[in-house]
């Protein structure tokens, strides 16, 4: 019979093979902020996911030491802490680009080819489901319903929402953040000379 | 107490308020299935199976586990819709466990198993494949096997909510969630397996224990674990005796409530050691030859009768791994067969605290708390060592009342587990809890403006008092290794207590005088007014599983049976040092050593080399071949405590029955049966059966009435370590605790004694880096051990296993009760 969690296995797999010892060293900053956090927010382990969503939202993932350093702090194991990670799909231990994708695949957008707007993607900047760029500019994810099926296909970019996509329109919005970003660091240089 | 009606299956029955439905069905004698309810825990509600119907109005089942039981509610636990839920939970749960019960190691012992065949849902198995994940073999003495496990989060959640540890964890979600490690590494754990116990099927099994034989031919005996003096109840499943295959607790088990440590569950191949002894050996022609264990006992009787009738001393040093019948009947046999005082239990830790300590400053060698007392107590004092390394029970038992809100004050040289849970955490100097508790008395005093009435009722409290002032915090708080402020805190939350236990730890190696500290631990209850309160005492935690027993034997030279004063006009005899002083000036014609090994595993500073060359006659009885049988006359060899019926008495006071749950080698006797041999030749006969029952019961007994409080003026304050060296705190390190340890493949596995931790500062201070072979070296003697660096440890002390056959740091040793400093380097 064939399995209803291919996914599920391949996943389970590389999960459980995939994971390097990772360099157990945190920046300063990081710390700086972990501990910035708990002092404004006196209390025990309770704190814990709104904590990982501060440092999230800084680092843009949770990388194994900084779990650790959470967890040490907050007076439980560094496994607790990551089960709490883990169970959450929110949260992510690898590293997610600065513009994170989310193209929804709920029925509404599904039924309007929100398979373009995938598509339209990989051919801009060759990014796949669940891949990276390079330049960790760009993530991509697909979701289940953002919950804007008047706009059909949506997908996200960050925390904005972009709709009634065409293949076009996905060019153009990728291409657009990619330039800005170029401008972004090349004004960067600038400063710094 | 207040209680609730409810009804349960159409009969009215009334339940104590604040139960679950779980719990209060349970209460009526009506079980519920379930694979994730452990009384122990909280509630989790994870397997479902334990759903019963609602038949009050609210339609749809209830997990019975998590849901309180109320006035007024109807269930019914055995309605169509209930089993019929179960069976289909049980087909969820099946949908991802690799089913193999034809082969599987607990099949006839698996409650998934017992389930499937009581509800059935394997007949129609849901569509989908088994999630692969490989066996976990990464790990010591711990097999995972992930494709078993169902979920339960038993093990997860023993391991965080009673040991403390949190070494796994349930990570992932849906058909990805499983349990394991961080970052998937080998367990780092302290190994006391209480997840393998809880494990509902095979995800967790315990290799050296795997057998073919089925479960239902399986014996198990259940007995008191004889490695530590917890006196933990524990089951050995075993194939007729032969060799364990299986040591578990339930969960009911007093006082351990289902918890065992690493020694108590893997520690037991010690008994198969090639050390083991079969056969009696005696020296002929100066080489030591096996004899029959007639030949044998006549030497042994001829060569006590000469000493005798030549009226050379004779002297016997037991020790406190003996059974309490077995040490009676040993100091019976000194006192009257060969008519000698000098009968004592060693140097074994744990005598001096009950015998000089308790003894000395309230009238009985008694503990006056017992480890139930910690389940209740307001503040919880930890002296001399973490409890952790020596007592592990007792160790649980504070992680537990630190959670429920028991304020946990460490006063020990390294912070381990329970230091994150403790209200306040010293870290002394090795040696110096007493120099604490002095100091902590001086405070307390003098805010007080006093001692309070019932050391004032005391003899020389006046003088007792101006001992005390050397020991202001101001002063003495360098020579403690602390600050004042921090001896001030301690007062503070002691002054706070409505109840207060004091732990004593006691094991070999720990530095300091453990009979000082137990006299001040007594004094601070009495300076605290606390002092015979019910739910307030000094526990002593002896190093062997029969410290308090063989003291309440009479096995000590200044003690009677029952721990009574000796008859009037009766001299005490040598303790164990004396003995060996006594020997080494050949003044010994006979010595009788049991369960010891002086030249093996005692301070080298007792001089327990000459005191065997020059005892005339030397007889050693002991299970195993020790480097003291290896230069006796004679050697005897017996059965370990879990090859033996008969009873110890734990640190708790508490007398509790061993029974033979292995078999020994060779049909060995027990320690008793040979002393009632050798008296028998000597023509003295010794109690036996209901008549030396009676007697044990008698010295057992609790003391009626306590007598008053007896004073000891402090000593002068010693002083402070000098510079440069690193002070040593020796002695037990969790999986290992003497010689027994020492000799178990299964725990030389997960530590290695010949190791010293070190401070990171003084690691670098002295260019040592992790795994180096270091030089430690003290009072003429050298030792040379694998560095460790351990952020734990504090700057200027460094910690290393006693090692009970004489290896490791131990050899440094002169004088236990002195802190030792040593000077470390790398090896040149």
């Known amino acids: 019979m064939s399995t209803g969690n291919e996914l599920a296995r391949d996943a389970a797999t590389v999960e459980t093979h995939a994971v390097d010892q990772p360099d157990d060293s945190v920046s300063p900053a990081t710390l700086a902020l972990i501990d910035a956090y708990l002092g404004d927010h006196p209390g025990g382990a309770e704190r814990l996911i709104p904590v990982l969503h501060r440092v999230q939202e800084e680092l843009g993932y949770l990388p194994h030491p900084v779990i650790k350093a959470i967890a040490e702090r907050l007076g439980i194991s560094p496994i607790q802490a990551y089960g709490v990670v883990s169970f959450y799909h929110f949260f992510t231990t690898v590293p997610r680009g600065r513009y994170q994708l989310k193209v929804c695949m709920g029925t509404a957008c599904f039924v309007r080819n929100a398979n ?19 330049d960790r500019l760009f993530s991509l994810e697909q979701v289940r319903c953002l919950g804007a099926c008047g706009l059909a296909p949506a997908m996200m970019v960050n925390s904005e929402v972009h709709g009634h996509l065409t293949r076009t329109a996905v060019r153009k919005l990728l291409q657009g953040l990619r330039a800005k970003a170029r401008q972004k660091r090349a004004a960067g240089e600038a400063d710094g000379e | 107490m207040d209680t609730v009606l409810i009804t349960v299956n159409g009969q009215p029955v009334e339940v104590p308020a604040g139960l679950t439905l779980l719990e209060a069905l349970r209460r009526q004698g009506v079980e519920l299935p379930t694979l994730c309810h452990d009384a122990r825990l909280t509630p989790y509600g994870g397997c479902r199976l334990c759903v019963v119907a609602r038949r009050d109005g609210r339609p749809g089942l209830v997990p019975a586990c998590s849901t309180p039981a109320l006035a007024g509610m109807k269930i019914d636990t055995e309605a169509p819709e209930v089993h019929e839920a179960r069976r289909r939970q049980l087909q969820l749960i099946l949908l991802n466990h690799r089913m193999e019960c034809p082969v599987c190691e607990r099949t006839g012992d698996c409650r998934l198993q017992d389930l499937v065949f009581e509800y059935g849902g394997d007949e129609d198995r849901l569509p989908f494949d088994l999630v692969r994940r490989p066996r976990d073999e990464s790990s010591p003495l711990i097999v995972r096997d992930p494709e078993k496990c169902i979920l339960c989060a038993k093990c997860v959640r023993l391991c965080d909510e009673a040991q403390g540890v949190a070494a796994i964890g349930v990570v992932g979600r849906g058909l990805e969630a499983r349990v394991t490690t961080w970052l998937d590494g080998p367990l780092e754990c302290e190994f ?203 160790k649980t038992e504070l992680v537990t009342a630190a959670r429920r809100g028991a304020k946990l004050l460490l006063a020990h040289p390294s912070p381990a587990t329970l230091s994150p849970l403790a209200a306040q955490h010293l870290a002394i100097a090795p040696g110096r809890a007493e120099a604490l508790l002095l100091s902590a008395l001086e405070e307390i005093v003098r805010r007080r403006g006093g001692p309070g009435a019932t050391i004032e009722r005391a003899d020389g409290h006046e003088a007792w008092r101006l001992g005390l002032d050397p020991y202001r915090p101001a002063a003495a708080a360098a020579l403690v290794g602390v600050t004042p402020a921090a001896i001030g805190r301690l007062v503070d939350h002691l002054e706070a207590a409505d109840s207060l236990v004091i732990t004593v730890a006691t094991g070999r190696g720990i530095p300091g005088r453990e009979a000082g500290v137990a006299r001040r631990a007594v004094e601070l209850l009495a300076a605290l007014g606390l002092l015979g309160r019910p739910g307030s005492g000094v526990l002593v935690l002896g190093e062997k599983a029969n410290t308090q027993g063989v003291v309440l034997a009479g096995l000590d030279p ?62 050693v009885q002991d299970p195993f071949l020790t480097d003291t049988g290896r230069a006796a006359d004679v050697v005897l060899p017996v059965r370990c405590l879990v090859e033996r019926d008969g009873s110890v008495v734990g640190a708790d006071g508490v007398r509790r029955t061993i029974r033979q749950a292995l078999t020994p080698p060779a049909g060995l006797p027990g320690d008793g049966e040979v002393v009632r041999e050798i008296a028998a030749r000597l023509g003295h006969t010794l109690p036996a059966g209901a008549d030396l029952e009676a007697e044990i019961a008698r010295a057992c007994e609790p003391p009626r009435g306590t007598s008053g409080l007896r004073l000891t003026p402090p000593p002068a304050p010693g002083a402070p370590p000098a510079a440069g060296g690193v002070c040593l705190d020796l002695g037990p390190q969790l999986f290992h605790s003497g010689s027994t340890t020492l000799r178990s493949a299964a725990l030389l596995g997960l530590a290695a004694p010949e190791t010293v931790l070190l401070a990171p500062g003084d690691a670098q201070r002295l260019g040592i880096g992790r795994g180096d072979t270091v030089r430690l070296s003290a009072g003429g003697r050298e030792v040379l051990l694998r560095a460790e660096v351990d952020e734990t440890i504090p700057l200027g002390t460094a910690m290393a296993l006693w090692g009970g056959d004489g290896s490791g740091a131990g050899r440094l040793v002169s004088d236990p009760a002195r802190s030792l400093v040593a000077e470390i380097g790398r090896r040149s």
């Open chain 1, 116 to 134: 373009s707007v995938l598509e339209s993607i990989r051919d801009t900047i060759g990014l796949e489901v669940g891949g990276v760029t390079k």
């Open chain 2, 192 to 394: 006391c397996g209480q997840c393998v116990d809880a494990c509902p099927v095979a995800a967790l099994t315990i290799p050296s224990f795997a057998s073919a034989l089925p479960a239902w031919q399986r014996t198990a005996v259940t007995t008191t674990c004889s490695f530590c003096s917890c006196g933990c109840e524990l089951t050995v499943t075993s194939d007729g005796g032969e060799r364990p295959l299986g040591v578990g607790a339930t969960p009911d088990s007093v006082p351990n409530h289902g918890k065992l440590c690493a020694k108590g569950r893997f520690g037991w191949d010690a008994l198969r050691h090639p050390d083991r002894l079969t056969r009696p050996l005696v020296r002929r022609g100066g080489r030591l030859v096996e004899a029959s264990w007639d030949e044998a006992l006549a030497v042994v009787a001829a060569g006590f009768a000469a000493a005798r009738d030549r009226g050379e001393a004779i002297a016997a040093v037991g020790s406190t791994r003996l059974t309490t019948e077995d040490a009676y009947l040993l100091q019976r046999f000194v006192r009257e067969a060969l008519a000698s005082p000098h009968v004592s239990a060693g140097v074994d830790p744990g005598v001096e605290a009950l015998v000089a300590g308790m003894g000395e400053v309230l009238g009985a060698p008694r503990s006056t708390a017992t480890i139930a007392d910690l389940a209740a107590a307001g503040t919880i004092l930890v002296l001399r060592g973490d409890p952790g390394r020596t007592h592990p029970l007792v």
């Open chain 2, 558 to 619: 200044r003690l009677g049976a029952g721990g009574r004063p000796l008859a009037p006009g009766s001299q005490p005899g040598w303790s164990a040092s004396e003995t060996l002083a006594r020997a080494a000036a050949g003044e010994v014609g006979a010595l009788y050593v049991l369960g010891q090994d002086p030249l093996g595993a005692w301070p080298a500073g007792i001089g327990a080399c000459r005191a065997v060359e020059n005892a005339r006659f030397v007889v």
